[in-house]
Antibody
Framework: QVQLVESGGGLVKPGGSLRLSCAASGFTFSDYYMSWIRQAPGKGLEWVSYISSSGSTIYYADSVKGRFTISRDNAKNSLYLQMNSLRAEDTAVYYC?????????????WGQGTLVTVSS | DIQMTQSPSSLSASVGDRVTITCQASQDISNYLNWYQQKPGKAPKLLIYDASNLETGVPSRFSGSGSGTDFTFTISSLQPEDIATYYC?????????FGGGTKVEIK
């Protein structure tokens, strides 16, 4: 069955960096667009970034553009999010989610999330 | 970015009631609209895609309709297990956005 398992969250100081990982299994990872979506404590959902199946197409939300970098390693069935210059407002649960074969339209499988806390 | 306005932000209804949530887009998004359910402490779950298509395995009491800028999500007969927050999400452009969410509670 499809499984997405995030890791790498934790407590980091403002201005610091963190790298999230998402291990995928149960499907042909290299065929699918993938996304990161976050949710601040007690708040709604916010799409962060998506990457095409080959990694050639990438988009970011304006709130993270220039600070976050999404990447993937299809040989390792893994998705990554490098987060730099972190701010308090980046504090959230970060979800890895699977999109479709040829686009990022909706997400049919989600990980359990990993909590990132930015605080001094 | 396309803004998604969801209403109400919360509602309370009795078991068996018909529940309706609306989502309005700030510009025409055709039928590029999806609905998710999120229970406390859990990841969201896809219920409806392309405005009206029921995801596999989702109970038929859930439905969606609309196109352009105005969309509706309906639970035909509210069940205790439907207590959750529901979100709409558009994918008309390359920057995907969610509505603010509707928290559904049992009266």
């Amino acid at each position: 069955q499809v499984q997405l398992v995030e890791s790498g969250g934790g407590l980091v100081k403002p201005g610091g960096s963190l790298r999230l990982s998402c291990a995928a299994s149960g499907f042909t990872f290299s065929d699918y667009y993938m996304s990161w979506i976050r949710q601040a404590p007690g708040k709604g959902l916010e799409w962060v970034s998506y990457i095409s199946s080959s990694g050639s197409t990438i988009y970011y939300a304006d709130s993270v553009k220039g600070r976050f970098t999404i990447s993937r390693d299809n040989a390792k069935n893994s998705l990554y999010l490098q987060m730099n210059s972190l701010r308090a407002e980046d504090t959230a649960v970060y979800y890895c989610a699977r999109s479709q074969l040829y686009s990022s339209s909706w997400w049919d499988y989600w990980g359990q999330g990993t909590l990132v806390t930015v605080s001094s | 970015d396309i803004q998604m306005t969801q209403s109400p932000s919360s509602l309370s209804a009795s078991v068996g009631d018909r529940v309706t949530i609306t989502c309005q887009a700030s510009q025409d998004i055709s039928n590029y609209l999806n609905w998710y359910q999120q229970k406390p402490g859990k990841a969201p779950k896809l219920l409806i895609y392309d405005a009206s298509n029921l995801e596999t395995g989702v109970p038929s009491r859930f439905s969606g309709s609309g196109s352009g800028t105005d969309f509706t999500f309906t639970i035909s007969s509210l069940q205790p297990e439907d207590i959750a927050t529901y979100y709409c999400q558009q994918y008309d452009n390359l920057r995907l956005t969610f509505g603010g969410g509707t928290k559904v509670e049992i009266k």
